[in-house]
């Protein structure tokens, strides 16, 4: 789950926040020991917007936003959404549409896609420099053995 304000990502909750589902809403948790001074959070069904996004690479997502906090907004998988509602409760209303915000992370995902390039890159290099010896290569990204014998 990713929280953010006014389109800046914030902070990232991985794995660590419970989501309970109640007749009138949902509620976020941390867990305990990773913020123990956390208090929950509860936020009525009726007080959630939500539209579809491309947040994540390998599964869909929603952003929600919140009445009561309009500058806060979470990004979800479409997945726990669906969880919520198979749960019995009220189903959160998604949007096909792109949120006002029109945030999605084209920095974020730019910089990894630029950053495997060069990896990749640098592979191919180091294969072609060392003619396809992987000694070789093992040799070149180890320490520099110069002067020993």
């Not at 304000?5 to 809403?25: C, E, H, N, W």
Request: charged share 15%.
């Amino acid at each position: 789950m990713v929280l953010y304000a006014k389109g800046k990502p914030a902070r990232t909750y991985a794995g660590i926040l419970t989501i309970g589902v109640y007749s009138d809403g949902i509620g976020l948790k941390p867990i305990r020991w990773l913020a123990p001074f956390h208090r929950p959070i509860f936020v009525p069904f009726t007080d959630i917007e939500g539209w579809q996004q491309r947040w994540y690479w390998d599964a869909k997502s929603v952003e929600l936003s919140f009445v009561k906090a309009p500058s806060l907004r979470t990004i979800m998988p479409a997945s726990q959404i669906a969880w919520v509602s198979a749960q019995g409760a009220t189903d959160i209303d998604i949007s096909p549409e792109r949120p006002d915000t029109g945030n999605w992370p084209y920095a974020t995902q730019l910089i990894a896609i630029v950053a495997l390039l060069q990896v990749i890159t640098l592979c191919v290099f180091l294969y072609v420099k060392a003619d396809g010896d992987w000694a070789q290569i093992w040799s070149m990204l180890g320490p520099n053995n110069r002067g020993q014998h």
